[in-house]
């Protein structure tokens, strides 16, 4: 069932007790298809297999275990201070190294929660990280599931609904200036372009300001230079489906997939979900889907 949240705000605006869970040994999934690539699908499917996931400002969780959920409220207001201070030419970015820590700290905690998959902004910024610290904190190597689009596609209507994404702004120096294809991407350059940490360890340089290692899609579509933002998903998906546990392309299937199609779907390919801590996926079911809207420093903090 999606539920609106209504008179359900008092979470949010009491900072509701949390409860710490041991989560020690559960794999880890990261959803690492982009955004307008299905992502609502696939995070209700992973609802459906009992995964208490987030997905930017929707969540399904477990009863009143809400350590993870603060945790990816955090994750949301510190990456969005860096989507809207790059945009909106007023703001003032923080310090990138300042940010870069306080960020790794927040997904430490999000990966040690109650929260077992996340989906879409702002963790497929974060790949590389998230996938080396979920293996480290839990144990166990991370589930990476994919899902795709034709990138060209995908560009232009990131461009329509999505136009503020933060992408490292050495793509302007790829030296090619035509769409890459199948196997060209595996050679050209092989860098995550959406990676914020992944970007600026690549700068290294700590007298260099966001706006200095960043521009967005929205900077490079003004400029004529969407193919850009094509060539650097059609790497991410390359580079990002040698990793996948499970990958899908949802656009290709010959009728829409319902949520519960795609469980199936991924059962298939990672038949261990059928059963984890010894419970049975029949026994696994989320309490609630909402949707939310985080203000903007509501869970801000300094440590």
């Known amino acids: 069932t ?3 949240v209504g008179h359900k705000n008092a979470l949010f605006a009491t900072g509701a007790t ?3 869970t041991n989560h020690k040994r559960q794999p880890f999934v990261l959803a690492a298809g982009r955004g307008t690539t299905g992502t609502h699908t696939v995070f209700y499917a992973a609802c459906k297999l009992g995964l208490p996931s987030v997905h930017f400002r929707m969540f399904c969780i477990k009863g009143s275990n809400t350590t993870g959920f603060v945790a990816h409220s955090q994750a949301m ?8 201070c790059l945009t ?4 003032t970015c ?11 700290r927040i997904l430490d905690r999000l990966i040690e929660s109650d929260i077992d998959s996340v989906h879409d902004t702002p963790y497929t910024h974060f790949n590389s990280y998230i996938i080396e610290r979920a293996q480290i904190l839990r144990g166990v190597p991370a589930y990476v599931w994919q899902s795709e689009r034709d990138p060209h596609y995908w560009s232009s209507r990131r461009m329509d609904d999505h136009s503020l994404v933060p992408l490292c702004r050495d793509i302007l120096n790829n030296s090619t200036s035509k769409v890459l ?3 060209n991407a595996k050679s050209h350059g092989g860098h995550n372009y959406f990676d914020l940490f992944e970007c600026i360890e690549r700068y290294n340089d700590p007298s260099l300001s966001f706006h200095e290692m960043f521009t967005t899609n929205w900077d490079l579509s003004d400029s004529g230079q969407l193919k850009l933002v094509a060539n ?4 991410y998906q390359f580079s990002m489906k040698s990793l996948a546990s499970y ?9 829409q997939w319902t949520e519960e199609e795609l469980k199936q779907d991924i059962l298939k390919s990672i038949p261990a979900l059928e059963k984890r801590k010894g419970k049975s996926l029949k026994n696994r079911t989320t309490d609630f889907v909402e949707s939310v809207w985080y203000p903007m420093g509501l869970w801000d903090y300094d440590d």
């Open 77 to 84: 207001t510190h990456f969005q201070r860096i989507r809207y």
């Open 18 to 20: 949390t409860e710490k």
């Open 94 to 104: 923080p310090n990138p190294q300042a940010w870069v820590r306080k960020m790794k």
């Open 88 to 91: 909106e030419k007023d703001r």
């Open 247 to 255: 990958h899908v392309n949802l656009f290709e299937k010959e009728h």
């Open 181 to 183: 294809e199948g196997q």
């Open 2 to 4: 999606r539920i609106d």
């Open 232 to 235: 650097a998903m059609i790497q």
